[in-house]
């Protein structure tokens, strides 16, 4: 009985650590998107509507979809909602949680801004499957923004 218990225990941890058997769809799922987000297009964009209202967010990630426990990139441009045009400067923060399970990336993202207006954030790692949730967060002329785009998805195995 012992024996069992520790064997099932053990199971558990591997399954939950996502090492252990290999998942039948090894496949990423679409993602799904938060209130206020779309996709635009097939080449892994996605749009989100900051909370307030003041910008719209654009994010791809490099590569997409990203492989469970490989390094990726983000690419975003934010843009003013009432005159959808790019935003030149200001901060983002981007992050990355799994809400169910209280926690983050194991990493800390770095983000640059170019001179285009385009932020680029390296160091970004999905460490297990499940649900991810990327938070933005952007802050320009003394307004701030927050946003937030779901990845309820699995992420295909890096080989």
């Known amino acids: ?44 964009t996605l749009t989100a509507l900051g909370e307030k209202g003041l910008f719209r967010f654009r994010i791809r990630t490099d590569p997409a979809p ?11 441009t934010v843009e003013r909602v009432s005159e959808t045009s790019r935003v030149r400067g200001g901060t983002l923060v981007l992050d990355a949680t799994m809400p169910e399970h209280r926690h983050g990336m194991t990493t800390l993202p770095k983000t640059r801004l170019y001179e285009d207006g385009r932020f680029h954030t390296v160091g970004c790692r999905f460490h297990m499957h499940g649900r991810w949730v990327i938070e933005l967060t952007f802050s320009h002329d003394g307004k701030r923004d927050h946003a937030t785009i779901e990845f309820p998805f699995h992420p295909p195995i890096s080989r």
């Open 1 to 44: 009985m012992r024996v069992a218990s520790v064997t099932a225990w053990s199971l558990l941890v591997l399954a939950s650590c996502g090492k252990g058997s290999e998942p039948t769809n090894t496949g990423a799922q679409a993602p799904r998107l938060a209130p206020g987000s779309a996709p635009e297009t097939a080449t892994g």
């Open 66 to 76: 990203p492989a469970l426990g490989d390094y990726f990139s983000v690419w975003t």
